[in-house]
């Protein structure tokens, strides 16, 4: 697909993450398939998105719901096979939308054929693919990501009577990346999928790769290296093809991982994400404003990519104590919502259905500079369900209709891969595709709408950004701008009516014209210029200059 | 309405930003460059550590400062304007600050904080006094938190003071609201309280507000409004109390803020102080009173001398007020030299009755009345002094607690002079 | 000779009749002025009254201690007091209405004179109540501030300010009364001054130290007191 002239397509672009397994089950076994998003893309077409990332899909004991890949090379027979891949593609490049898969650089299932060998014997010609080590005493001091279950990042094989390392579950044990045969063998899997025609990647657990004694073994320059290499070879053979990072960490420490844009195209801003939400209940702009102040420059040919959830829990890593405890408070006061360092709720659920909030939430998603993420089903208000292990809460079947199985599967309710949810208010016949496209203000038909107004101008995806500070510091306001083009963003953060003054004597003359209903507002004089919001509300005005 | 006078419109409009708040930290300040900047940050500490996740702000009322007070408390706003992360702040922590009119009063600046924390709807306020250089972080909770997430209306302080300090306190006011009201308050003339958002709303629309130049003693109506209108009181330990440079060291002024407050509240309060017979002690957290045995230098001789030009060159005017016993009473003693000087405390609590009986029937200009207590009162205080000399801390509050059990046991005297018996 | 006498007295005799029955009319009509003039006088005494006691007046000249002067003198109460001044001035303007009305000649000057005196006497009477009162405030308010100040003789301050007040305000009444103006304002003038010179020599002289304290406490913060270490009283 051309990329265009003026800037990277992914500048631009709005994604859509979704499982396979958790779109549409097209044969009735319960579970999602290819076959079944292959027919749901014009579903996506209308909603206005660019692409969309795909969450693996391999061959997996599905111990850690599918990032636990027991071969890289083909389709868990749940979701179809290479052919139905090829097929999706090429349907989705006919309606002009990419698809970015996961690639899971870090770690391989337990499983895997590599893994089995090197385990195997300590002679094994593949041993060294991975970590091992006589004693769990390397490496002391590293921290464990998944604290509610693991006790160590060091696992003792009985096979081969040695402990080897995971960063991750005990049954993801980490590939070693000092033996150069294990990088070229991830850059063949790579070549693999992009021959097959995928847009990009979204690369797991990268901070992850290498270890070293004495360090964190997060983020260390070796591990940059090993990305400086993949991306040469990446623009060597595939341009336009995207590298997006996942790495949850300070906005400081994710700055390398950009290089000087030849690293990676993109990364995860999470640190913002929590803090958005946090803003939200204090009625205060502060926690987006300076994490946002604390946020270096990146490259002109990188970008953010931002988001509001994802499969994941909401993650609480980093922030403060004070921080994490009062979003605890606020958010997941029962504690079956929370799990590792985070929060296992949908976007719903957490603004309490509040279609106010969720709309301003998205608001800000769609404005504050970087590529916003869509995760599936929060653009119908899906809720989740907490009693389901793990994250399974957030990754129930995606409701197309009121009827059976809310349209997602024909087969019988009790074979379904997870329960649908059923309760009165977010159930699949409260909240499906169906009866909202009958709707003209359904949250569906909300966000189509405001997918359009934000890609009705290239401010969002690629205009700077200046704050403005006013004085009510539960609005949230900044311009951004782009050559000419000027756009005034003002969001209130407060549960009740706020006036708020602007200080837009840089703007002088100009006249606001509100994106959504393009009335006109009144000519920005020389004094302060006054707006009232009602509860979370926010404008998007273009400043004209005529 | 009176409020609106006090709030000019770039106040209002400070306010509009501010929203609605949770707690709000009254700093009444004149000049105190010098030592806000410290109070500030004790405040701000106090606050992140017991309030991380309340909605609060700092209003400073300032009456005309020459230095730059104002400058200093605005500068310590916690927001995202500074660029410099406070790790420990949650959210914005605002400060704001308003110039009254006028020269400094107590009376406006309470005033403004009132309607301020009206318009702001606090559920809990609290005033710090710039010049409590001793402030520690844990103050700002100790008031708070009563008041807060407790259902107290009004904090009053408990410091730890040197033995000498607030005899005008320890001789006169505490004695008289003990004995009126029924309540141990032992402030009641705080410099550091907090009270709540409803009782203060209830002060603000109550109170006949004058908003002259110059007026003081507003804190001990409110303490005064609130003993004497049955709301929850309670008193909290602090700590040392700063000394304070802009409280008058001229005690007729000082006599004027309280006794003058005092016997003019009598008046309306009439139904409430006959009524009251026992005598509780709000709850306390910490310790009651604490007294340092720092010695102090006192001219002795120059306030007998005082007592007993008082007593003979005041005659006249005593002999208006003062019942004729009292006053030979008065004069016997006045002729008493050195050691031999008493002033008992019998005797004491009969002068402050009979003043307060005589400012009731206006025998002459109340303020006249209230100067006229000043020499006897040197008198008392001296006593004071001879008296607690040597005394441990525990003997100090024995004596007053002494002095208070005479005004009590005085008090139908006192009912039956203000009813006209003479 | 019997008839002649005779007739002069019925003459004399017609004559005052013709006399009594040109005044007797008048005389009739002035009792009725006087009666009507008592009823009125009496009406606003009466409304005076209630007047004074709604505005509490009897508070107010309490607080400004002129019950207490009253009191001493063993007059009645100042409400009382200002209610029936006022009816026998009223009573009396209506009798010299009807004494007027008689038609007696050189009488009629003086009564208009008299009325034309009236509201100066009122004023020159509010003069010396009030200026009694504020002779008595100001003696009191400077006796005070010279005890608490520890000056030396406040009885002679106070004596002194008393005096001063009492002058100043019989010289306003008599400027009022318009009786020896000049004189009173210059004798008025020259007691005055010499009285503040005298002040000012003595206060100069004796008071060079305790003025000189007393200026340092009031502009001179940073010295601190040189006074003894009183502890705060608050």
New interface residues.
Partial sequence: MPARQDSPWYKSAVIYQVHVRAFYDSNGDGIGDFQGLAQKLDYLKDLGVDAIWLMPFFPSPLRDDGYDISDYTSVHPSYGNLEDVKKFLTAAHERQIRVIVEMVLNHTSDQHPWFQESRSSQDNPRRDWYVWSETDNRYKGTRIIFLDAEMSNWAWDPISKSYYWHRFFSHQPDLNYDNPTVREQMWNVMRFWLDLGVDGFRLDAVPYLVEREGTSCENLPETHDIIKDLRKKLDRDYPGRLLLAEANQWPADLRPYFGDGDEFHMAFHFPLMPRMFMALKLEDRKPITEILQQTPEIPASCQWALFLRNHDELTLEMVTDIERDYMYDSYALDKAMRINLGIRRRLAPLLDNDRRRIELMNGMLMSLPGTPIIYYGDEIGMGDNVKLGDRNGVRTPMQWSGGWNGGFSAADPESLYVPLLLNPVYGFQAVNVLSQKRSEHSLLSWMQRIIQVRRSTPVFGTGSIDFLYPANYRVLAYVRELRNETILVVNNLSSSAQAVELDLSKYKGRIPIEMFGKNLFPRIGSSPYLLTLGPYQFFWFRLRRI | MAEESVLNDDFI??L??V??VDLLVGLPTHNNAETVGRVIQAIQAGILKCF??E?TAILNVDGGSKDETPDVVMAASI???R?T?N??????L?SISTRYAGSPSSETSLHTLLAASDLLRAKACVVISPESINIEPEWVGSLLLPVYRGNVDFVAPVYRR?R??????SNVVYPMIRALYGQKIREP?PADFGFSGRFGNEFLAQHSWHNESGQFGTELEMVLSAVGGNRRIGQTFLGLKS??EQ???D??A?MR??VGVLLASMEVKFPDWTATHDVTAPPTNGPEYEVTLEP????KK?LK??FA??VS??AP?LQ?ILTPPTLKSLKQIADLDGEAFRYPAELWAKTVYEFAASHH??????D?IV??L??LYRGR?LTFLVENRTASAEQVEANVEALCHEFERLKPYLVELWNGGK | MREMIMAELSQAMQDMARSGAHLLPRLIVMLIIVFIGWVVAYVVKWILRSILVLVKFDKVSENAGASQLLNQAALPTPTELVSRFVFWVAWLGFILLGVNFLGIGGLQQHISKFFLFLPRLFVALFIVFFGLLLASFLSRAALLAAVNKNLGSPRLLSMAIRIITIIFVFSMVFEELGLAQETMLVAFGIAFGAAMLGFAIAFGLGGRDMARRFLEKRFGHEKGSEKEEEPSPL
Avoid: C, I, W
């Avoid at chain 2, 790790?87 to 914005?92: H, I, V």
């Avoid at chain 2, 000498?164 to 306190?169: A, K, Q, R």
């Avoid at chain 2, 102090?296 to 001219?299: E, L, Q, S």
């Fill in positions: 409009r400070q509009m930003n929203g609605e991380p996740r909605r927001n995202d304007l660029r992360h790790a420990y702040a949650l959210r914005t605002p040197t000498f300090e607030g005899m005008l306190v003339y000394r304070s409280h008058p060291a005690l007729v000082a803020q309280t102090v230098r006192v001219n120059r001398q005082m030009a008082g060159e005041l005017v208006s029937k206006s025998v002459m200009s109340r006249h100067q006229a000043v020499p205080a």
